[in-house]
């Protein structure tokens, strides 16, 4: 007994670093990353640390015919759900929605019914999860609530360790919910404190910082908002006089030398301001408001091999080089695009910011950012809209000013800019062009993608134009028409036997880049797919924007809620007529000629079985219709010519009995 306690006295330090140094950001030195140890809960059954507040997500559905937004969404939740591990014990998962979820869904019904679908995280395998929300109006009562919950799950190693079924998916669902999230018509709902949702004794779903307005959307921004109860009882009002709203950030220039070459390898120029709730000693909560100092004391790392960089900043640096304020910023960079990924503020709670606060020290942790500040390498990424960032209902980091590069700096300076999509929208617009006709239809392309043996995947015929917004240098706003040429080579990504997603990639010039994204209907039966995802990147320049006054600024455009052109799973789908769909407020799309089978295709590439989209009218069935036509004539003809000889007989024996 005595040597297992020695055994057990040798192992617990060393489990103990092997968890808090588990959880340190790759590419961020430790002293950024560092946060005060906690005393272990239970010493025997080493309980991973718990999770950070969950990040808020913004997510939205448009109408799939006119684009106009018709459900609005923002929120965080956090999962735990309760699972058999091999050995027969009863263990809980707890994992959080990504604030980058893929979202889709649809809008109001002949039920009064609408909902959204977050999938995350995607990848050529199909998502892990997938997070449907059910909303219903109640036309009577003139509101409406929350109605049903689905959560679809993989039990993946990552998030159900030693799981019974490894990577089985299972499915909790709660139906016909009262009283939750409700609100009046024509007005949004707003929670701030948390709110928890059971489903039987498996699931525990706790929702944070929710805004949701599900109908009656009147663009991208939440009508006036119903608040929760707890908010009101929760939320005490200030006892102490507010502190002077403080003016915008001041943007700093800040950069990171290669030690052995002395050259810059990232540059990022930024205001950025930060609001953080915290604790005070009576238990009331109070708001910090402060900037980062642009004078602040810079380091880093530059790329180190793996496709990351990071910088570090710190202010006031004290004599003793010590900061109350540390915030790093790491850098990822992937198929030539580079983004910010991750996000870590380590804060002491000063007097001079956080007045009678009842803690000292903290730490804000924001990964798997993603698309965050992203442009390709060798580029910078410049947006001068304000950019905000929130860490749960704790934190919010308001971005201003914003350009920055972290790989492939050149002479010390900024590459071409990859401009922000708010920065070219948010400009008061002239009056546009007056017409808004396409150019004539070009061939239609005929595209193939193929796997890693070679066979083809994916197969897509289609004529593709563009219609995109842009100014002219005496800032009168243009459009001009872009035409995807149909001898260009593709490229794009396959399902395989067991994925839900494929893509096809068309790039042209060194200057433009179309990527459309086909996926398979999850969560029913699997057996159909739909276009659900456009993405567009292109850069202005003379020839195809004549006069730009942006000529040189690379732009990215995307609508990742397409929903069109559904079709079989192993089946063409074939639709002759034009479809306009848009990419976001700048850019639209024509689609015509399209005949496409993303998924199921045979090994030498030809179309399979077709359908026909309800566009085109009544689906042919293998000519059928054609010659049905064909007959109809023909029979047309015939009675016709029947009538015609049948009254020149009748004529002709007429005057012979006359003339008797």
Request: proline share 7%; net charge negative; aromatic share 8%.
């Amino acid at each position: 007994m005595a040597d297992s306690r020695e055994l057990l006295a040798l192992f617990l330090p060393i489990l103990f670093l092997y968890f808090v140094l588990g959880t340190t950001t790759a590419g961020v030195m430790p002293r950024f990353g560092e946060v005060a140890s906690e005393e272990l809960a239970d010493a025997t059954t080493m309980p991973p640390p718990p999770l950070p507040p969950p990040a808020i997500g913004h997510f939205n559905v448009s109408d799939s015919s006119t684009g106009v937004r018709c459900i609005l969404v923002q929120m965080g939740v956090q999962f735990k759900i309760q699972y058999d591990s091999k050995d027969g014990d009863t263990k809980m998962a707890d994992f959080q929605l990504s604030p980058y979820a893929d979202d889709s869904g649809s809008c109001v019904d002949g039920q009064g019914l609408a909902a959204i679908l977050l999938q995350w995280p995607l990848s050529d395998e199909g998502p892990n999860y997938q997070f449907t929300l059910s909303f219903k109006k109640d036309t009577e009562a003139s509101e409406f609530h929350l109605n049903d919950i689905v959560l679809n799950y993989n039990l993946t190693e990552d998030d159900f360790p030693d799981a019974n079924e490894t990577n089985a998916i299972k499915t909790v669902e709660i139906h016909d919910i009262q009283g939750t999230f409700s609100a009046p018509l024509g007005q949004s709902y707003k929670c701030r404190t948390e709110q928890t949702v059971q489903i039987g004794n498996v699931a525990t779903i706790n929702f944070v910082g929710v805004q949701l307005q599900p109908f009656e959307v009147k663009g991208d921004v939440f009508d006036e908002p119903k608040v929760c109860s707890e908010d009101m009882v929760t939320t005490p009002a200030p006892t102490t006089r507010p502190a002077p709203p403080l003016p915008p950030p001041t943007v700093g220039h800040f950069n990171v030398t290669d030690p052995n070459s002395g050259a810059m390898c990232i540059l990022v120029s930024l205001g950025l301001q930060f609001k953080i709730q915290y604790d005070s000693r009576d238990g009331d909560a109070h708001l910090a408001d402060f900037q980062l100092s642009p004078q602040a004391d810079v380091g880093g790392e530059c790329d180190n091999g793996q496709g990351e960089a990071s910088i570090l900043m710190r202010w006031p640096l004290g004599a003793d080089d010590k900061a109350p304020y540390t915030l790093a910023l790491v850098f990822t960079k992937s198929r030539n695009t580079f983004s910010l990924t991750g996000l870590v503020f380590n804060y002491n709670l000063t007097a001079d910011d956080f007045p009678d606060a009842n803690d000292t020290q903290k730490t804000i942790t924001m990964n798997d950012l993603k698309d965050q500040f992203s442009a390709p390498v060798g580029q910078s990424y410049k947006c001068e809209t304000e950019q905000t960032l929130q860490d749960g209902t704790v934190a919010t980091l308001n971005f201003v000013g914003v350009q920055l590069q972290p790989f492939e700096v050149k002479e010390n300076s900024f590459g071409a800019p990859r401009v922000c999509s708010e920065d070219l929208t948010t400009t008061p617009r002239p009056p546009g062009p007056s017409t808004t006709a396409y150019m004539p239809l070009p061939i239609p392309g005929d595209w193939k993608v193929t796997n890693s043996s070679g066979m083809v995947c994916m197969r897509v015929k289609a004529s593709v134009q563009f219609k995109v917004k842009y100014y002219k240098t005496d800032g009168t706003m243009e459009q001009t028409d872009l035409t995807v040429p149909p001898h260009i080579n593709a490229t794009g990504t396959c399902a395989g036997a067991t994925g839900n997603s494929a893509s096809l990639v068309l790039a042209w010039d060194n200057l433009y880049t179309v990527t459309i994204k086909f996926s398979k209907d999850i969560g029913t039966d699997s057996t159909s797919f739909k276009l659900n995802n456009i993405q567009v990147e292109y850069t202005v320049n003379a020839d195809g924007f004549p006069e730009c006054r942006d000529c040189g600024t690379n732009v990215r455009a995307s609508n990742l809620t397409v929903n069109a052109y559904h079709g079989k799973v192993g089946r063409a789908l074939t639709c002759t007529t034009p479809m306009v769909i848009p990419v976001d407020t700048n850019v639209t799309m024509k689609i015509a000629e399209l005949e496409a089978q993303p998924f199921g295709i045979g090994r030498d590439g030809q179309f399979g079985e077709t359908d026909q989209c309800p566009q085109d009218g009544t689906p042919s069935d293998g000519g059928t219709s054609g010659g049905t036509i064909a007959l109809a004539v023909c029979l047309t003809l015939f009675v016709v010519i029947a009538i015609g000889v049948t009254c020149f007989f009748y004529r002709k024996k007429k005057s012979q009995y006359q003339s008797i």
